[in-house]
C-alpha cells in the first residue's frame, strides 16, 4: 500500500499536468478559431477555382497547357508523387495516425512506381525510419504561414510533372469538418481534373456554361493554372491546420477531463488510507490501555 506521501506526490503531478493540459487547450482553441477563419474565407475560392477550371478543361484540347496534360495513367512505369501533409507536432490524438495510415495504404497498394513529398515532420520521421525516400520535405512550418510557403510546395509539384519525372501528382490531407470529426482527402493536383466542373454542370438543371476567351486561352491558362495548383496547397495545408488544432483542442479537453478523474480517484484512495492509518493507530491505543 502506497505511503500518503507517495499519494500526495501523484495527485500534485496529475494536478501540474492538468494546469499544462488545459492550458494547451485554451491556446488551441484559440489558434483554431484563426485557423478556421482563413480556412473558410479560402475554401469558396479554391472550389469554385477547381469547378471553373475544370469545366475550362474539358472544353479545350490538352496541349493548349503543360498542366493539362492527360497522360496514360495505365502505363506500368506511370509514375505518382503523393504529397502527404501531417503535423509538426504531437498531442493532437489520432490526427497524425489518420493521415499516415491512409498514407501507408495508398503506398502499399500502388503497382505502380510511386514517389512522396512531405509536409510536417510527423510524416518525414514516418516514412525516414521505413527508408523511404522522398522528393522534397517541408517541415517546421509555423501556424501562421502565408501564401508563398504554400506556393513552394506547388512549384516543385508543377516541375516534377511539366519535367516528365511523374505523370500525376496527388495531395493527402486531412479536411475540416467539424471540432470533432475530420475526413482524410486525396485529391489529385495534376494534371487537372475535369471531372469537377463536368459533373457540377451535370447535374439536373444546372445550366450549361459557355465562357468567352479574352485575349486567349493559351494566355489565360499560362496565368490561371500555376496560381490555381499554387491555390489549392494552400488551401489543403490551410484545411490541416484547421483540423489539425480542432484533434488537439480536443485531445487537451479529454486530458484535462481525465486527469480530474484521476484526481478524485487518488484523492479518495488517499483517504480511505488515511482513514485506515488512524483506525489502525486508535486500535492500538485502546489494545494498549487494556493492556495496561
Excluded at 92 to 110: H, Y
Excluded at 147 to 164: C, L
Excluded at 261 to 272: A, C, H, P
Aim: charged share 25%.
Amino acid at each position: 500500500m502506497p505511503s500518503l506521501i507517495d499519494l500526495r506526490r501523484r495527485i500534485r503531478a496529475v494536478k501540474n499536468t492538468q494546469q499544462i493540459t488545459k492550458a494547451m487547450k485554451m491556446i488551441a482553441a484559440s489558434r483554431l478559431r484563426k485557423a478556421q477563419d482563413r480556412m473558410l474565407h479560402a475554401r469558396p475560392m479554391a472550389l469554385q477555382m477547381r469547378r471553373v477550371l475544370g469545366s475550362l478543361a474539358a472544353r479545350v484540347d490538352p496541349t493548349v497547357h503543360p498542366l493539362l496534360a492527360d497522360r496514360d495513367l495505365s502505363r506500368p512505369d506511370a509514375k505518382t508523387l503523393l504529397i502527404v501533409v501531417t503535423a509538426d507536432k504531437g498531442l493532437c490524438g489520432a490526427f497524425n495516425t489518420n493521415v499516415l495510415k491512409e498514407a501507408s495504404r495508398v503506398v502499399g497498394e500502388a503497382r505502380q512506381p510511386l514517389v512522396l513529398g512531405l509536409v510536417g515532420s510527423k510524416g518525414r520521421d514516418f516514412f525516414r525510419r521505413r527508408g523511404f525516400q522522398a522528393v522534397f520535405e517541408k517541415v517546421h512550418l509555423a501556424s501562421d504561414f502565408d501564401f508563398a510557403d504554400a506556393a513552394a510546395i506547388a512549384v516543385i509539384a508543377m516541375e516534377e510533372f511539366t519535367s516528365g519525372r511523374v505523370d500525376r501528382v496527388q495531395i493527402l490531407y486531412n479536411e475540416f469538418k467539424s471540432v470533432l470529426q475530420q475526413r482524410i482527402v486525396v485529391e489529385q493536383l495534376l494534371p487537372i481534373t475535369t471531372e469537377t466542373g463536368v459533373l457540377a454542370e451535370a447535374e439536373p438543371g444546372a445550366p450549361t456554361i459557355e465562357y468567352l476567351y479574352e485575349p486567349d486561352p493559351q494566355r489565360i491558362f499560362d496565368e490561371l493554372l500555376p496560381w490555381h495548383v499554387r491555390f489549392q496547397v494552400y488551401h489543403a495545408l490551410l484545411e490541416s491546420l484547421a483540423a489539425e488544432q480542432a484533434a488537439r483542442m480536443t485531445a487537451m479537453d479529454s486530458a484535462t477531463r481525465n486527469s480530474a478523474e484521476v484526481i478524485d480517484s487518488l484523492t479518495l484512495y488517499m483517504n480511505k488510507v488515511r482513514q485506515a492509518n488512524i483506525t489502525r493507530e486508535i486500535i492500538e491505543v485502546v489494545s494498549g490501555a487494556q493492556a495496561l
